[in-house]
């Protein structure tokens, strides 16, 4: 009788307490760190190593991280690679896995997950985007072959560790995936926050530190130079991802094989050439960037100029927030009220005007590089005498604007 007593309280015990016998912060701090580092993870290894080839990884570590993403995540590479290459592909159109510009922002955040096993289903996508993934023995026998027996393994041990709260830690490890990765980035990353360039497409930045998600807020970023291995541009973003591919960088188990372009400035070309050409296009987003600035400058100049002209002060407003912005961009009804203020203001007009030009430029891949150097000098001369003195100036320094790296 003693012996069945004491053998149930010890059942009862370790339900309670698993083999850790940990406190609850010990059990919360425990979850923090393993949900974290399924987060490196996935910015590290499947997004920046696998997906877009930003930086080679030593194999021991590749290997780590994909053995541990079979125990907390049970996603197959070579499906996370294809899904995200269709969707940079294919981004914010039909086709998009799960762009909530084609979806719907409900759709995509509450269900992200669904839609990523919808298209991992898709051989196609497998077949066009999966390529260049690991193909070993371990991958086509264990990790691809049985995925749902990683995260099994992870419940019993989370469950011996810690008894029935295991199984909570487990449900936080099974969700902070989809809702951080499918429900964040893949919805509000594409939908909300703020832009430091004008991507061809609808991504924005959730937030300047990147923490949480390792640098994966950065979305705006990460779309304007999809190739790069560090995500943060500006001074006040800070990508923490990037803090670890440093580190690893310095043990020799990392090499980041490119970073964005920094936009640097010599002497100006009285005739800009095939590299100052290179140097614009290479830093093409950030010299639109400026170029955006210079037109808020601009209408701030004006403002009360434009307010007794057009008598509506809400579309100076909507002009600050919607002018630099390319015309395939803009809600329908806005383009009405943006033409108006331009009626109004010729300076505008003209910067606006010549903002598509400039565009253009790079666009047009008909163009020998040849002919597209001799386009560059001919809207150089035009903005130079275009009477508008921000346009102007904005033409002397493309004139010096050099090369110093690039990423694609």
Request: positive net charge; hydrophobic residues 45%.
């Amino acid at each position: 009788m003693l012996d069945w007593e004491t053998g149930g309280e010890r059942i009862i015990d370790f339900l309670a307490q698993g083999l850790s016998a940990a406190s609850w912060w010990q059990i919360v701090l425990f979850t923090l760190v393993v949900t974290h580092i399924t987060i490196v993870s996935v910015t590290l290894y499947l997004h920046r190593h696998q997906a877009h080839r930003a930086l080679d990884l030593h194999p021991a570590v590749a290997h780590c991280f994909r053995f541990w993403l079979w125990l907390t995540t049970g996603m197959v590479t070579k499906e996370w690679a294809a899904i995200h290459r269709k969707h940079h592909a294919k981004c914010e159109q039909e086709g998009d896995p799960h762009s909530p510009q084609v979806f719907g922002i409900r759709k995509v955040f509450w269900e992200g997950a669904e839609l990523y096993r919808a298209e991992a289903k898709n051989a196609e996508t497998l077949r066009r985007y999966g390529h260049g993934t690991p193909d070993d023995w371990i991958e086509r026998h264990l990790y691809s072959r049985h995925s749902r027996l990683g995260v099994s393994l992870m419940l019993i041990a989370d469950v011996l560790l810690f008894g029935a709260a295991g199984l909570a830690v487990w449900a936080v490890q099974m969700v902070w995936i989809p809702f951080w990765a499918a429900g964040v980035i893949n919805g509000i990353g594409h939908y909300w926050g703020y832009r430091n360039f004008e991507s061809p497409d609808a991504s924005t930045n959730v937030s300047p530190w990147g923490v949480i998600i390792g640098g994966e807020e950065l979305h705006n970023n990460h779309h304007t130079y999809p190739t790069s291995a560090k995500f943060s541009v500006k001074p006040y973003e800070f990508d923490l991802g990037w803090v670890y591919i440093r580190a690893l960088a310095a043990l020799g188990l990392a090499q980041p094989k490119k970073v964005p372009p920094k936009l640097a400035f010599g002497d100006a070309k009285p005739v800009p050439d095939e590299q100052t050409l290179e140097a614009v296009i290479a830093n093409r987003y950030e010299l639109m960037a400026r170029y955006a600035r210079e037109m808020r400058a601009a209408l701030k100049a004006d403002w009360d100029a434009l307010r007794a002209r057009v008598g509506d002060e809400s579309l100076l407003r909507q002009a600050r927030r919607w002018l630099h912005r390319d015309d395939d961009k803009l809600p329908a009804g806005v383009r009405s009220q943006l033409q108006r203020l331009l009626e109004a203001s010729p300076n505008l007009a003209k910067m606006h005007a010549m903002r598509a030009e400039l565009r253009q430029l790079w666009s047009n891949t008909a163009l020998t590089r040849e002919q597209m150097a001799r386009e560059l000098q001919a809207w150089i001369q035009r903005a130079e005498h275009s009477g508008v003195e921000a346009l102007s100036a904005f033409a002397q320094r493309l004139r010096a604007v050099r090369l110093v790296g690039a990423a694609g």
